[in-house]
């Protein structure tokens, strides 16, 4: 299985408004990752938060880690209409195997 | 700039006939990865070179195969594509295993 899930599957807002993601995964990570897919188009990466770090920040984006409930949020503030993509996140085990897992996926949609 | 290049960008195969796809970077990355992405789905790792150690899924079918002749390409192989091999083939990178990975813009394939 997956080993993260994302939480909405999809989720659509105005134009303005804040976006927040959620991904929890199964097992100890040494890193977990943030990627945005435009449609028919290869994985941009976003943000990178290692395993002792709790918040990260980029431009408008925000990544928190709660390692202690396995999970991660990414917060898109003053969403945008380039924004609509889909969002991945994807963690690297702490055995250090050199493969990502990806989750599910958000789909994320701002309205005009 | 240093890139992530994917050829070609969509491919058209019949069912059962032998079809490559090819990667190169110029990133001098030394890992190299191969993914499958179905639509609406996350990417799901085929196989992945560290330098020229290949490492293949459990789960990737023998009708996959990859090749790295150098640094700077990798190569799929399909050996006799289904009907349910037609997907997005994506190509990333990194510079050690499980950091950030950079992807190509992927090739679409279509089995007829």
């Known amino acids: 299985s997956q080993q993260g899930e994302e939480d909405p599957q999809a989720l659509s807002i105005q134009e303005g408004e804040n976006a927040t993601m959620n991904c929890s995964y199964k097992?100890?990570?040494?890193?977990l990752q943030w990627y945005r897919q435009n449609s028919g188009r290869g994985l941009v990466h976003l943000i990178l938060?290692?395993?002792?770090?709790r918040e990260k920040h980029s431009g408008r984006l925000r990544v928190t880690l709660d390692t202690s409930k396995k999970s991660s949020s990414l917060l898109i503030t003053a969403s945008r209409a380039a924004d609509t993509a889909s969002y991945f996140c994807?963690?690297?085990?702490?055995?250090?195997?050199?493969?990502?897992?990806f989750g599910t996926g958000t789909r994320l949609t701002i309205i005009p | 700039d240093a890139m992530v290049i994917q050829n070609p960008r969509y491919q058209v195969t019949q069912f059962g006939k032998p079809v490559t796809l090819s990667c190169s970077q110029t990133?001098?990355?030394?890992?190299m990865y191969w993914y499958q992405q179905k639509s609406s789905q996350a990417p799901k790792l085929l196989f992945h070179?560290?330098?020229?150690?290949?490492?293949n899924e459990a789960d990737t079918p023998d009708n996959f195969q990859s090749r790295r002749p150098n640094t700077s390409f990798c190569f799929l192989d399909i050996r006799s594509p289904g009907l349910g091999d037609a997907a997005m083939y994506l190509c990333?990178?990194?510079?050690?295993?499980?950091?950030?990975?950079?992807f190509g813009p992927g090739t679409q394939l279509l089995v007829l």
């Open positions: 097992t100890s990570i040494n890193n």
């Open positions: 990133l001098n990355h030394n890992v």
């Open positions: 070179y560290y330098d020229k150690d290949f490492n």
């Open positions: 994807a963690t690297e085990g702490s055995f250090g195997n050199e493969k990502l897992t």
């Open positions: 990333a990178t990194s510079l050690t295993a499980g950091e950030t990975q950079y």
């Open positions: 938060i290692r395993s002792n770090e």
